[in-house]
């Protein structure tokens, strides 16, 4: 159809009516388009989503189980830790009682330098001792 038929049938029948069969058609071919090309595609690229939405819900399911044992394994590190900390210190306390006892508490109970100026004197003087025995 050419341009001089176009303005023939618009001069016959009018540009509404013209119009209006032009939309008809145009309506008509997008319906035929979109049921015979884009529906199926549609429907297989549903059913592909479907699939990775499952498979989503199985990485967050299985990230959720990880994040909760990793949880357990660093609060049962840090129970662990906290006693074998309370242990050090409960054994550093025993050696002190025993340090305290064996020199004469009076020595040092005041202050905590007092106790690493006698530990640090009677370890230089044991180092002397060694030597002198050596030699």
Not at 99 to 128: N, P, Q, Y
């Amino acid at each position: 159809m050419g341009i001089e038929e176009l303005v023939d049938v618009i001069n016959k029948y009018g540009f509404p009516t013209v119009a209006a069969v032009g939309m008809g058609y145009f309506i008509w071919f997008i319906y035929g388009w979109v049921t015979k090309t884009i529906k199926p595609v549609l429907s297989s690229t549903t059913v592909t989503l479907i699939a990775l939405i499952d498979r989503i819900r199985m990485l967050d399911n299985d990230m959720i189980r990880l994040t909760v044992k990793l949880n357990m394994i660093l609060e049962g590190l840090e129970e662990k830790e906290k006693r074998d900390k309370q242990k050090m210190n409960e054994a550093e306390a025993r050696a002190w009682k025993s340090l305290d006892r064996t020199l004469g508490g009076v020595i040092w109970s005041h202050c905590d330098m007092c106790k690493s100026f006698v530990v640090g004197t009677i370890l230089g003087f044991a180092c002397c001792l060694i030597l002198i025995a050596i030699l």
